[in-house]
């Protein structure tokens, strides 16, 4: 199990995250982000990734199941919008 900070994070990806919570009116620095890949037993090399984000200020988690530039960051948005992380 490989486990990320979000600065480990590939750079476009930082950015979309950043963009995302500008245009939502949050800063980067109330949340908790990290990642953790997971091989598949049963598949040999299949990895499946889960992003976990937690807004520091209440210890709202959201954990999204991804790959690589997958959906995420959309169902993130989704999330801040629907106000999932709000106190």
């Known amino acids: 199990m490989a486990a990320h900070d979000f600065a480990e994070f590939s750079w476009d990806e930082q950015a979309d995250v950043k963009a995302v919570l500008t245009s939502r009116g ?5 949340f908790k982000i990290t990642d953790k890949e997971d091989a598949l037993p ?4 299949t990895t499946v990734r889960q992003v976990s984000v937690t807004r520091i200020t209440n210890g709202k988690t959201e954990i999204y199941d991804t790959d690589h530039f997958a959906p ?3 169902d993130f948005d989704e999330a ?3 106000g999932k992380f709000d106190d």
């Open 26 to 30: 949050f800063a980067l620095i109330e």
């Open 80 to 82: 801040l919008q629907a």
């Open 72 to 74: 995420w960051i959309t």
């Open 42 to 45: 049963s598949e040999g090399k």
